[in-house]
């Protein structure tokens, strides 16, 4: 009997070496090698003896030349939810891998049930349960009065058995839940572990690629909120997503993270009801229900998120610090991020807050990726500081660099367009971003300086 090889793998970046080592050479990061037990490789006639033909769904071994490669485009099914098709690019890909990560009870097993309870109407849907039982799965569908009628259920964690029933049912949509609880009986670690995780993800897709079938994979997530398994899985799959929300929270906001068919860092919003995940069509509506009374320090943004402009609204509390050091807590935004701008408030602005804590929120749990929101944070920090309330009309973009000057921030137009849209008649933007054609009812104000910015207020 062959004895069965072992590989050690990086759980950050996926590096592979042949012993163990305290750090990885690839990410620099110690202790995050484990040893995976790899499967014996089974070569058919005429296949390579790595068994991994036809993992990018590839026909033919020949080679051809780029310009003569077929450029029809692959029609989309859409999963019926519009955010959700908008997060994937315009739908669901045939023969395309999507990760689908988030918290417990976040809503993932929710989303995608709903959504193969749709298609299954008019479409061949699989659905693969490994954490419950079918009558837990058909419980909850009748709990959101869901259409179950069509669909396909199978209760089992064992690839082998997925993959023999898929090839029989030849489902367009196959839906995993969840690929930790999977496992192939070549592999003698527990499911969940790192080359169990690896292999099945892998095995899963190349079905996939091979099919034409769309696969739907939920995963879990770890503490920090980074997906749990090998940093690999997320090399293999073509988009991976994640569903994100508080326990307080009934809004859940679905961002691209990796998308090989459409733009990545895009967001949709749905909102977590008695029947189910309902989606949210105009997010800024509900990231703008704000106090009847202007408070200081309270402003709002207009944010690029993927493909659309969104309003959210920025707080900050300013108060003396009775500590040595003094607190900067920023919620939604980056700390660090934080820290230098306020750095530039004291040396550009001449407004000093090395004696007071200053703690920032981004209401609704949006969270703020691009610098087009260091404007709003700088002035709503000067707002609570001064304790002078803004004008509830104002909105406010733009970019701050370190000697104080506001740069300009993409998609400029479309920022102002859509805050005109929602009732502010009053902005204030870089100069290179104030467009030809002012909406109506509109002021906007164009500033160069830090300086010109605080004039505005």
Known sequence: MAKAKSAFVCTECGAEYTKWQGQCSSCREWNTLSEVRLAPSRPGAGAPASGRSGYAGIVSREVVDLSAVDLTEVPRLSSTFGEFDRVLGGGLVPGSA??????????????????????????????????????????????????????????????????????????????IDSIQTMHLEDISSAPGGVAQVRESASAL???????????????????????????????????????????????????GQKNRFGAVNELGVFAMLEHGMKEVKNPSAIFLSRAEEQAPGSLVMVVWEGTRPILVEVQALVDESALGNPRRVAVGVDGNRLAMLLAVLHKHGGLFTGDQDVFLNVVGGVKVLETSADLAVLLAVVSSLQNRSLPRELVVFGEVGLSGEIRPVPSGQERIVEAAKHGFTRAIVPRANVPKAVPGGMQVIAVDKLAEALEAL
Do not use: W
Not at 104 to 116: D, E, F, H, I, M
Not at 205 to 231: I, M, S
Not at 234 to 255: P, V
């Open 98 to 175: 999507v990760l689908l990560g988030g918290n417990p009870g976040a809503g993932k097993s929710t989303l995608l049930l709903q959504v193969a309870c749709t298609l299954a109407q008019q479409r061949r849907v699989l659905y693969v349960t490994g954490e419950e039982s079918l009558s837990q799965v058909a419980m909850r569908a009748h709990r959101l009065q869901l259409p179950v009628q069509g669909l396909k259920m199978l209760a089992e964690t064992s690839i082998e058995t997925i993959l023999g029933v898929a090839e029989r049912e030849k489902p367009e949509i196959l839906i």
């Open 205 to 255: 897709t190349r079905f996939a690629k091979q099919t034409n079938t769309v696969l739907l994979l939920v995963g879990h997530v770890t503490k920090d909120g980074t997906l749990a398994g090998p940093k690999v899985l997320e090399h293999m799959i073509d988009a991976s997503l994640l569903l994100e929300g508080g326990a307080d929270s009934r809004f859940r906001t679905l961002r």
